[in-house]
Structures are given as C-alpha cells and as structure tokens.
C-alpha cells in the first residue's frame, strides 16, 4: 500500500475533526468513540489512531484548528489597549470578539463542544486543565486591561481588576450560552449578531467611563 502524501494526511487529519465535530454537537463527547469518529469521516480505525492518540487529544486538536487564533488575537488585543483610548479599544474588542462568536460556524461549533457537550466532573483530565488553561488566559488579560483602565480613570467603579474581568467573563459567558442553546430552547435563545453589541453596551456603560461607543 502505498504512503500517503503531505496532503492527502492533512485531508484525513481535517475529514477526522469536520467528523469528530459533527459527532460531539449530536450526541456529546463522552458518548462519542474514535471509532465512531473513524466511521463518520469514512475511514479505517487506523487512520483515527495514527493521528489521534485519544479522544481529548482530538478535542483539543479541533480547539487549535477552530479556535486558537481567535483566542489569542483577542488575548493581544486586551494586553496592549491603545494607552489613549483604552476604554474604547476595550469596548471594541469586546464586540469584535462576540460578533466573531456568533457569525463564524466553525468557531461557534467548537465554543458549543466546549460549553454544552463536554462533561466536567470534579476529576479533571489533561483535557480539563487545558480548556481551564485558555479560560485562564483570557481571564488575566481581562484583569490586565482593567487594571490599564483604573489607572487611566476610565472606571466608574471601585473594585479590584480581576473581580471587574470575572463578572465581565460570567456575563458574556451567559450572553454565549444563551446564543449557543439547543434550537428547540426558543425562550432561552438569544441572537449574539443582533443584539450582542447592545447587550454589551448595557453592561460596560455601568463600568466604564467612556461614553463613545
């Protein structure tokens, strides 16, 4: 049998993620085997194993593919606020990072694994830690970018950076729940593209001082 070239691994490596996703969305992670996966993306057993060691480490394969570039970007971004407007580069990034939540599938699908149909139990796996890892990351440059913000004057409230980043990560985390809820939650969905800005705003006008939006 003949190698497979560069691409045509690459082309497995992606049909096993697109397949791995389809399965994690319909009927969760947990219950989802790399067999399965193998089945859904019609390949062999051996074409799952040989790139995947097991099923976190596909997990976190989809998290680096669909997501990862759009987590660090936003990471940067909150790291280094224009000094001179930091308010409103807080807020604008704010909004360009939910909008891209909401309008971009793959992305969206891989938020949805993480938040709806990955079990977290009080035993954590390698896969836990890393999701906890990014989730931390995100939490220290929000803590960061207010603490930028205290020092510029650009809050109207007095209360520590990092407890400001993580009522803000529970509010957006809500707002992204919401958006991602299973279709035949109606009352519980909410449209992130059409009203995600102004949700925002609601909570960031009782932060910061910035009246500019």
């Known amino acids: 049998m003949a190698r497979k070239t ?3 691994a690459e082309q497995t490596y992606h049909a096993l993620l697109d397949a791995a996703g389809r399965l994690f ?25 040989w790139h995947f060691k097991n099923k976190d480490a ?34 604008q990034a704010l909004k360009q990072i939910l909008q ?19 079990e977290f139990t009080e035993q954590q796996t390698e896969l836990h830690r890393y999701l906890a890892g990014k989730k931390e990351e995100i ?22 950076p990092a407890l400001l980043a993580q009522g803000l990560m529970s509010y957006t985390h809500g707002l992204l729940h919401s958006h991602l809820s299973p279709s035949q939650d109606r009352a519980f969905r909410l449209d992130l593209e059409q009203h995600g800005d102004r949700l925002l705003d609601l ?7 910035e009246s500019e939006h």
């Not at 909570?203 to 001082?209: F, H, I």
């Open 203 to 209: 909570y960031l006008d009782a932060v910061l001082k």
């Open 58 to 91: 596909v997990v976190q394969a989809l998290w680096e593919r669909n997501a990862e570039t759009l987590h660090h970007g936003f990471a940067q971004l909150l790291l280094k606020l224009d000094t001179e407007h930091p308010a409103r580069a807080f807020r």
């Open 139 to 160: 939490w220290s440059a929000m803590a960061q970018a207010f603490e930028l913000l205290a020092e510029r004057d650009g809050l109207k409230v007095a209360l520590p």
């Open 25 to 49: 969305i319909r009927q969760g992670v947990a219950t989802t085997t790399l067999n399965q996966i193998a089945a859904e993306a019609k390949m062999t057993r051996g074409a799952i194993y």
């Open 100 to 118: 891209s939540l909401a309008s971009e599938p793959e992305l969206g699908q891989m938020m949805k694994i993480v938040m709806h149909n990955i």
């Open 6 to 8: 560069k691409q045509e």
